[in-house]
């Protein structure tokens, strides 16, 4: 249990150090080119595309952060009535169904990114900036969702076994 709450402070911190540094990269050329549009009349030919670009990054790297916090949509009108075994199945029927999802996400993005690195592909504008950092994100990121729902997924385990077990004391 101590590597799995190792790993899962490895990934909050860093969930929590990467939301900081995407809004210092979006903030920035944001605001470069809100000046250049109002003040010069000039507004810059990349800053859409890089925000762009970089949210879709952060929204697959955001993934296990959202998951670590419990951010994500749950049926909790259903789910927090289950208690003990039903409980221990819904959250499996969940990590099954996550797992999945995730594994088809780095194999697939993986083949995508590998091919975009290998081949230099870049965007169709005008700026054409590379883009292999984004599709990287996807496997990436849906390994970290991997690594941290099956933290999860562990510890709702664990808070359900001993619920069972302390039913049974009573």
């Known amino acids: 249990m101590k590597i799995l709450q190792a790993i ?13 540094l995407i809004l210092a990269i979006v903030f920035f050329p944001t605001l470069e080119s809100v000046f250049l549009r109002t003040l010069f009349n000039n507004p810059s030919i990349w800053t859409a595309e890089l925000t762009t670009i970089i949210f879709g990054i952060f929204f697959f790297i955001g993934g296990a952060y959202c998951e670590a916090r419990s951010s994500h949509v ?4 259903f789910y927090g ?6 409980k221990i199945v819904a959250d499996t029927v969940i990590f099954i169904f996550c797992f999945i999802y995730c594994v088809l996400l780095i194999y697939f993005g993986g083949q995508l990114a590998i091919k975009v690195l ?3 592909e870049r965007s169709e ?5 590379y ?8 496997p990436i990121g849906a390994f970290l969702l991997l ?5 999860s997924y562990v510890e709702k385990i664990r808070e359900s076994c001993q619920w069972i077990k302390e039913g049974k004391n009573k």
């Open 131 to 138: 883009i292999w950092p984004s599709r990287w994100a996807i």
């Open 118 to 120: 290998m081949t230099g």
């Open 125 to 129: 504008t005008l700026w054409a900036p």
């Open 81 to 86: 009535n289950y208690k003990g075994v039903v």
């Open 8 to 20: 899962k402070d490895k990934i909050d911190r860093f969930g929590y150090y990467w939301s900081f």
């Open 74 to 77: 749950s049926m909790d009108l």
């Open 147 to 151: 690594l941290r729902s099956f933290i």
